[in-house]
Structures are given as C-alpha cells and as structure tokens.
C-alpha cells in the first residue's frame, strides 16, 4: 500500500512526457551541448598554453565535459 501511495506520489511531481520527438530533441541538444563545450575548453586549453596563461580551470572543464560525453556510450550496469 504504501509503495503504491509513494509511486503515486512521485508520478504526481513528475510526470512522464508523452511526447518521443520531444525528448530525442531534448536528448540532442543536452549531446550537442556536451560536445561544444568539450570542443571549446580543448580549444581554449591549447590557446591558454600558447600565450602562457593558466589552464586550471579549463583542464577541469574539459575532463567533465569530456567524462560526460564518455558516459553517453557506456552500457548501463542494470543491462545485460
């Protein structure tokens, strides 16, 4: 009963889109994002190295961008 109440209640707070288009939309903008700025912190990095400025900041920009972007294609554990 209660498991029933508590799906209830999180299908209330958020519900599921109906929509496929929508969400492959979604889906690709969220992946065009990730790649532009994996693309753009690389390019800062070697412009940064260049002038001799500093790439802390970049560098840890570009290795979340670029671990998410990794993360897209690995197997989710719960497939088999």
């Known amino acids: 009963m209660k498991a ?9 707070l958020l519900p599921l889109p109906n929509l496929p288009k929508d969400i492959g939309f979604l889906w690709k ?4 994002g990730l790649v532009a700025i ?3 912190a690389a390019g800062g990095i070697i ?3 260049f002038f001799g ?4 900041v970049l560098v840890t920009l570009f290795t979340t961008t670029l671990a998410a972007v990794v993360g897209l294609f690995v197997k989710s ?3 088999k």
């Open 53 to 56: 400025k500093g790439t802390d």
């Open 38 to 40: 994996t693309v753009l």
């Open 4 to 12: 029933a109440v508590a799906s209830a209640a999180v299908a209330a």
């Open 47 to 49: 412009t940064a190295v």
């Open 77 to 79: 554990p719960i497939q």
């Open 29 to 32: 903008c969220v992946v065009v």
